[in-house]
């Protein structure tokens, strides 16, 4: 059983940058790949990018260059670093974890991107 606690959501300006972390419990993070996910309102949820257990990361053709996915498995977190925000960027985020097909998920952090 894994255990997902985001954080760092907010509200920030167009243009502006947000780091949001997810820390997970347990002694295997390291085995596990980590995914991000976005949900607007009104709309599905949506695949951001994910890190593998190796390190290796791919993004959703949406990001074009402006976010990136570390981890940290030190300490058991992966983070997602935004930048040049956009007001479509505005949703909730959520971070997965799985060892192939993501399994668990956290309660999801909220990012407001305006004016």
């Known amino acids: 059983q894994v255990q997902l606690v985001e954080s760092g959501g907010g509200l920030v300006q167009p243009g502006g940058s947000l780091r949001l972390s997810c820390a997970a419990s347990?002694?295997?993070?390291?085995?596990?790949?980590m995914g991000w996910f976005r949900q607007a309102p009104g709309k599905e949820r949506e695949f951001v990018g994910h890190?593998?257990?190796?390190?290796?990361?791919y993004y959703a053709d949406f990001v074009q260059g402006r976010f990136t996915i570390s981890r940290d498995n030190a300490v058991n977190t992966v983070y997602l670093q935004m930048n040049s925000l956009k007001p479509e960027d505005t949703a909730v985020y959520y971070c997965a974890a799985g060892l192939g097909s993501f399994e668990y998920w956290g309660q999801g952090t909220q990012v407001t991107v305006s004016s």
């Open positions: 890190i593998r257990s190796g390190g290796s990361t």
């Open positions: 347990g002694r295997t993070f390291s085995r596990y790949n």
